[in-house]
DNA sequence: ATCTGCTCCTGGCGGC
DNA sequence: TGCCGCCAGGAGCAGA
């Protein structure tokens, strides 16, 4: 449920913290956060101890920060059955910290010595050269999230590898144009300057599936999950089984600009809270809630035509729309076949 | 190849 | 009141 706006509230409160940073301890509480991190890229604390991160950059719903060169750690290869285990491997080219929240994570900026209520799986020590000595503080109750260390790669169109901010553009020299190998699949969202909105509204023509699945499929375009998907769909006025392959270009278009909207909105807003699942780096929520039209709006009027909103199962999830303003999409026989 | 649906995981809360 | 079971669902991957 942290979507794009969500992760992007971290991603802005945490660049000023940590970037130019030196990490100074690193404490795993449950491994099974680091289920991201490869064991052929290196023990994960010593990947991260005694480096610095660069900058703090989102792709969708993916956040990195790039690591200064600093000591490759020897790679922990015990269990190298037949022990290939490649020394290349955790000393090739830059890395990058990679976080991804799922549907319960938090980073947390702490003062050290704070204590955390939640559930915290990773804790990184770090000092900046200004700012001084913070706790990054990574808690997950679903463990659905994972931190990991990963290679970084060019980026296919050359261009950067995602939003990091006006100025940290600067700090992060020529790792730049790079994007973490297991993001390298993730499409660009849509408030990149690099979407490609024609590429997208062709690959989207050509998805034989429902429109929402297509807008939640993250190699398509990213950063978009289940309730800016409902909220997108619901100003756009579109059902979301509409076949995705079936949905004019012109309609397409208009329901791309919608998520935009609905996107930049609840960024404005600070992202969408619920309860305590959803905070900044300092803990707080964001105010969205107050402004959904469809998400969790069940059994209330329709912001636009007065008809109770209701919700359906899809996906093993659910949908919420107005049954007035989002029809059903019914193949028509064509009147104008050539 | 493309699409669908299962799986990971735990706390909160609705309902009986 | 207490407890059981459902619910939240991002993303990768197995299977069709």
Known sequence: MPELPEVEV????????????LITGVEVFDTRSLKRHSPLEGRFESLLEGRRMLAAVRRGKFLWFPL????????TGEGGAGGAAPATAAASGPQALVAHLGMSGQVLLRTPGTGEEGLLRIRLQIEHPEHGEFWVNFVDQRIFGSMAVDRLVPTAD?????????DSGRMLGDTLALVPGQVAHIARDPLD????????????GRKR???????????????????YADESLWAARVHYEHPADRLPRARARELLAEVRVVLEKALA???????????????ASGYFSHSLNAYGQQGKPCPRCGTPIVREAFMNRSSHLCPRCQRPFRARVARVAA
Do not use: M
């Open 158 to 166: 050359g261009a950067a590898g995602g939003y990091s901010g006006f």
């Open 68 to 75: 200064s060169a600093g000591a490759a750690a020897a790679p």
């Open 10 to 21: 971290v991603r802005a409160g945490l660049e000023p913290a940590v970037s130019g940073a």
């Open 269 to 283: 807003e600070g992202g969408t809270s619920f309860d305590a699942q959803y905070v900044n780096v300092n803990g």
């Open 209 to 227: 599936t429902g429109i929402k699945r297509a807008l939640l499929d993250q190699t398509l375009v990213s950063g978009i999950g289940n309730i």
């Open 193 to 204: 300057p690099a979407f490609d909105e024609a590429t997208f509204l062709a690959a989207l």
